[in-house]
């Protein structure tokens, strides 16, 4: 089983910086391409940005502005989602995926199998 845990959530004021962390168990790390999503309430789970399973290829969704940055450790298990600048319309719970791809990554959250239970973003303005 794969099993996925999110922290680094919490209180960020508008204008600064956060930085999610997913650290993931599963038997080889490497061969899952790696997604982060939001929800805010009332409202769809939308995609961030998501990183093949050796980091090489990663796509950042257009409607943040290049404001986030997905990264990977390999040899820690862990994903990384790096948010600058950030607005208070990025107020939501943020969401690790893993889907079980040995090459690429997706954008669809229909294509990612595992998910973690997610991290409070707040965004004071």
């Known amino acids: 089983q794969v099993h996925l845990v999110e922290s680094g959530g919490g209180l960020v004021q508008a204008g600064g910086s956060l930085r999610l962390s997913c650290v993931v168990s599963?038997?080889?790390?490497?061969?899952?391409?790696m997604g982060w999503f939001r929800q805010a309430p009332g409202k769809e789970r939308e995609f961030v940005a998501a990183?093949?399973?050796?980091?090489?290829?990663?796509f950042h969704a257009n409607s943040m502005e290049g404001r986030f940055t997905i990264s990977r450790d390999n040899a820690k298990d862990t994903v990384y989602l790096q948010g600058n600048s950030v607005k208070p319309e990025d107020t939501a719970v943020y969401y690790c995926?893993?889907?079980?791809?040995?090459?690429?990554?997706?954008?669809?959250?229909?294509?990612?199998?595992?998910w973690g239970q997610g991290t409070q973003v707040t965004i004071s303005s």
């Open positions: 995926a893993a889907d079980p791809r040995l090459s690429g990554a997706s954008t669809e959250r229909d294509d990612y199998d595992y």
């Open positions: 599963a038997r080889t790390f490497s061969w899952y391409a």
């Open positions: 990183i093949s399973g050796s980091g090489d290829i990663k």
